[in-house]
Structure formats: C-alpha cells, structure tokens
C-alpha cells in the first residue's frame, strides 16, 4: 500500500521519499526500495543536538506543509507524523533538504475501502503525535496531520511533546 500510495505524490513533490521499486519476492515478502536519504532523522537531530534553533525550524517546516497539502490534495493523509519520519538530504551541492518517509498507515479517502490497513475504529500511529480524532478512534482527515505538525514543530523548538504519558494522560 505504501508503494501505492507514495506513486500517487512523490513523483510531484521533492519533499516526499521516492519510490524506485516495489513487488514481492520469490517467498511472498512484499518489498519496497526507496531513494537513498543520506542525512540524519529530525528524531537523531533533536537526540544529538537538542531543540533546534527557531531560524532552522522556519526553514524546515514549510517544505514539509507544501508537502503535506500535495498529499492531502489527493486524498492521502499520513497518519503517523512524527520526527522520526522526517529525514534530511544533503546534495552534493551542500544544500540539506527534509522529507517526509513512512506513508505505510496513510490512508487514501478516495478507496479507503480498500486501503485501510487496520479495522475501523482502531487506533494507528504513534501516540503523542496523534490528534484526538486518531486517539479517539473516530475518523482521521487532514485536519489529523495538521496537529501532528504542530506537535512536531513544537518537539523542534522545545525538546519535548506537548503531552506526554499513556494514552489516558494524552
């Protein structure tokens, strides 16, 4: 479903992890190859070096909602936003830019039907990045990863989520 769903947008999007293949193997493993990302996740940045620098915040944040809107303008809402599904790319050039990886509990609205990896109602993600909705197990849309963000941007100038705890505390 990954596969699926990332064909649908990072073909249009330099923000979004590439596919380069995907099919299953001679056991029956589905498998999926990715462009190389050579850089560091926005989870071992925040480990190694602690809360980043506002500046450097401003300059990552709009890439990845450019991203996010391309996503979310067909259908495809990723679910489990969080640090460690950003990672940076440093060209040759010297230029770093983040993208978005793990689109594997995105859920496409046009054929979710089809596409939903777990039972309705059911919590999937990571719990403090989820918004109500998720945690809630009620339906997940745009709005969904909109918060995520926001929890993100505040773990990149803080060091830490907003809420922590079990899923009761959250």
Known sequence: QEAAVLGGIEARHPHVVG???FSIDA?????LVMEFLNGRSLRDELAAD???DPDRVRSIVPPLCSALQMAHDHG??????????????????GE??????????????EAADETRLTAAH???GTM???????????????RSDVYSLGVVIFELLTGRVPFGGDMQAI
């Open 96 to 109: 770093t830019i983040y993208k978005l990886i793990d689109f594997g509990l995105a859920n496409v609205r």
């Open 122 to 124: 059911h919590f999937v």
């Open 19 to 21: 596919i380069l293949d």
């Open 128 to 142: 403090a990045y989820a918004s109500p909705e998720q945690l809630g197990a009620k339906t997940v849309d745009a």
């Open 27 to 31: 056991e029956g493993r589905p498998y």
């Open 50 to 52: 602690g809360p980043l």
């Open 76 to 93: 495809i809402f990723h679910r489990d936003l969080k640090p460690a599904n950003v990672v940076s790319h440093r060209f040759d050039s």
